[in-house]
């Protein structure tokens, strides 16, 4: 413990910062209590949580590096938040996004040095540091296809298991897939996009991935699934790929590549993609411009970075691709990770047999933290559609993605 | 005529670059035919069109100058296009872009000086030099209300008349615009979206553009139609708009805007969008940034620019404006230009009773021109819808755009 201070009294200064902390908060509607339980700032008829500092170093943490500080002092135990954890961090998050210039400067003095570079060695890295963590661990509370990317809720009612394939088939339609095509899919999971599409739009795909764990898995679901003369399963960098495909697509990889890296995609990608061929790029992003949440970063996806939009355009631009379509599904994923975070909290007794206490609340506050933050609109999720310029049989709406079945261009 | 050489024999040399302006257009399917009736050049079976020089000098403008140079010396009648105006250019461009680093440097010789900028007044001056060329002259080849933006065809067989409403319609949807709710929209052409909103949504409409003629135009229909006390149509400049509105829409302005006043832009749309606003922007684009096209820029659209995707997210990414959908309707706008030169084609007696062969030549090579980019994908046309980041009460998915009615989320 930093400064010792459990049981320690509580100051007039202590007072004092828990209020500016709040005030650099955008003055959200949230209750602070310190280590002595004294409360020492209330926040109106209705506060959304309560904020409780265990000792006075978790305080001071908080406010010299707002997203490090709060993340690692909440996995320690040293902050608790009591009430709704995802209303919670989204009404702070929806207070400092609307106050402007008054709000925190984002971790000026407790950002980390940088992750290492996405570098073939650096992305294996990273990747093993979240995704390997076991198979038995993430089948605890994703849905049973093991999809961990933003669902697709056809209606806010849909579950988790409706909301996946519906996603799946969201993906399918807007590449506009069709018998005996060839895909490379850059960044695979556990496989349920690749197996998906060969098994419900009979193309056969080349599936890439650096998690030894997911590609493992994947491969014995397609054996199982009597899919694996058509679905293979590369255990090796979306930079690696080889040969022509009708379409390429990736869903939740992006995050991972880096912004020094777009450009060397866009080139995987026009190498890869056939006259006429089609794509789909499915990515966490921003409305602007950020780097990503410190603590998230250091703590949860190194290397990581969820681009804007037009961050996003360098991996199109320098080539002959153009966008066809933008759809950004939000709100689906702060639905998504309620529905994970859930779950997980049905699963806990199960989760904290293996994993110490430290991991169970860096990865509910990652969770929780994440859904917020899509429904606080401080993070976004874009599924950008693009053909080869080339490429003029383009159906004349997208009202196919939708039920109907539409017409195609005739034009050269 | 710059070189007096209409009759003048045919030289080896004028063969040789006869040849060289092919390849350097991607060995395009043309034939070139000089100015004594030579073919200099045959491009096998079945050639698209044939390009016929009636002088050395149109030639030569041509080669060092492909852009302003093919279009002053077309809309001269030093150039002839023989074959199908459209089809023959959309050949051309399509070469010259799948052709890479052999292809053209775009006008490095040719390029005029740019237009004056778009300040306040620059662009009132390029808006008068082609918007203010008379109501007549537009009604003979647009369609009934006077749309003069892409249209959008639910199928290809719709006629010009029913895509310019269900491009409204489509526009409507968008932004989910309900009775009540007020609306601006910066550049409003003729009013035909302004008066439909009002008319099929019951919103009440301020709408700007500094273009007189189409102001009187749009307010003279406001009042036959009995819109006039919720359609205010202002001339002046999209920057003095004021007021705080549900919805924020402009079609076909931004192509005027120029880039440098993009960040600007944001700021009348931050400044005019009330809480829970949402906004559309439908503009030219391009798949990568590129300086328009000099001929264009310089004789058709002064001051003009069709920005990229990643260009365009200048205008919202410095402000808390969420992008929600992108889709590029190019393929539409192909189709629409198409029928237009047809239009425009069935009134040519008409048009030549006022207009001399110059401008006649010029306006066809026009609109073939920019059908013939569409077709060819060097040109895309985005249409943009986003909302405040604090909107939450937005459609689960965009189903509704395609006749079924889906549900709104449900979360603060």
Redesign the interface.
């Known amino acids: 413990m930093a400064s010792g201070s459990r049981g320690a009294s509580v100051t007039a200064l202590d007072r004092w910062l828990a209020r500016k902390l709040v005030a650099a908060a955008g003055d959200a509607p949230v209750e602070v209590e310190l280590w002595d339980g004294e409360v020492a700032h209330r926040a109106g008829p209705a506060p959304v949580g309560r904020l409780v500092f265990r000792d006075r170093g978790a305080l001071l943490t908080c406010i010299f590096s707002p997203e490090l500080g709060v993340g690692d002092s909440y996995a320690a135990g040293r902050l608790e938040i009591e009430g709704d954890l995802v209303?919670t961090i989204?009404a702070i998050y929806?207070a400092i996004?609307?106050s402007g210039p008054r709000a925190f400067k984002r971790d000026l003095l407790g950002r980390l040095p940088r992750a290492r570079r996405n570098t073939r060695d650096g992305s294996r890295a990273h990747i093993h540091h979240h995704y390997d963590l076991g198979n038995d661990f993430y089948r605890l509370w994703l849905d049973e296809r093991m999809v961990y990317t933003c669902a697709?809720?056809?209606?806010?009612e849909a579950t988790l298991e409706q909301a996946q394939v519906a996603k799946l088939d969201h993906v399918c339609r807007k590449l506009r897939l069709r018998p005996g095509q060839r895909v490379v899919e850059a960044g695979c999971g556990w496989g349920a996009l690749a197996l998906h599409m060969a098994a419900e739009y009979g193309v056969s795909v080349r599936a890439f991935n650096i998690s030894a764990e997911q590609v493992a898995f994947a491969r014995e679901r397609a054996r199982a699934l009597g899919l694996d003369a058509r679905v293979e399963f590369v255990e090796d960098d979306y930079r690696n790929i080889s040969g022509r495909f009708d379409a390429f697509v990736s869903v939740g990889m992006l995050e991972h590549v880096g912004l020094e890296h777009y450009e060397e995609l866009g080139a995987v990608i026009d190498r890869a993609l056939a006259t006429g061929g089609m794509g789909l790029v499915h990515s966490v992003g921003r409305?602007?411009?950020a780097p990503p949440n410190a603590w998230l970063e250091a703590r949860i996806f190194p290397g990581s970075h969820p681009p804007?939009?037009?961050e996003m355009?360098?991996i199109?631009?320098?080539y002959?691709?153009?966008?066809?379509?933008?759809?950004?599904l939000?709100?689906?994923y702060?639905?998504t990770l309620t529905e994970w975070l859930a779950r997980f909290d049905r699963h806990l007794d199960g989760i904290r047999a293996t994993y110490d206490d430290f991991f169970v609340r860096a990865w509910r506050l990652y969770l929780a933290g994440c859904a917020a933050a899509f429904?606080a609109?401080t993070i976004?999720l874009f599924q950008v559609v693009f053909s080869r310029?080339?490429n003029?049989a383009?159906p004349?709406?997208?009202?196919h993605?939708?039920?109907?079945d539409?017409?195609l261009?005739?034009?050269?």
């Open positions: 209303s989204a929806q996004e609307t697709y809720y056809p209606s806010p409305s602007r411009p804007s939009l037009g355009m360098r199109f631009e320098p002959r691709l153009d966008v066809l379509d933008v759809e950004n939000r709100l689906h702060a639905r429904r609109s976004q310029a080339s003029n383009l004349c709406t997208r009202a993605l939708y039920g109907a539409g017409p261009w005739a034009v050269k």
